[in-house]
């Protein structure tokens, strides 16, 4: 079982910068691919970015280039570095695990409460 935390959202203006943390307990992070997904008002969850056990990354297409994901595995924490953010990356984002390989959540087995992110213009 593992247990994931998301912390370090908030209410920020547009072009701001946040970073987010989701730490892991009960299993190594290091056993998983990490993901942020998220969920905008009245959107689907969607995918944001991912690190993969060897620590590549991956991102969804529109958010490369602002979001830098990353590891520390001897912390198990993942962070979400959002940087240049617009009112559209508004949302609740979440922190998810997964041991497969893959970016549709029902792929992970292992889901964070999600941490609350505003983007206000």
């Known amino acids: 079982q593992v247990q994931l935390v998301e912390s370090g959202g908030g209410v920020v203006q547009a072009g701001g910068s946040l970073r987010l943390s989701c730490a892991a307990s009960?299993?190594?992070?290091?056993?998983?691919?990490m993901g942020w997904f998220r969920r905008g008002p009245g959107k689907e969850r969607e995918f944001a970015a991912i690190?993969?056990?060897?620590?590549?990354?991956s991102y969804a297409t529109s958010l490369k280039g602002r979001f830098t994901i990353s590891r520390d595995n001897a912390k198990d924490t993942v962070y979400l570095q959002m940087n240049s953010l617009k009112p559209e990356d508004s949302g609740v984002y979440y922190c998810?695990?997964?041991?497969?390989?893959?970016?549709?959540?029902?792929?992970?087995?292992?889901w964070g409460q999600g941490t609350q992110v505003t983007v206000s213009s």
């Open positions: 009960g299993r190594t992070s290091s056993s998983f691919a």
């Open positions: 690190s993969w056990k060897d620590s590549s990354t």
């Open positions: 998810a695990a997964s041991r497969r390989i893959g970016l549709q959540p029902e792929l992970f087995d292992y």
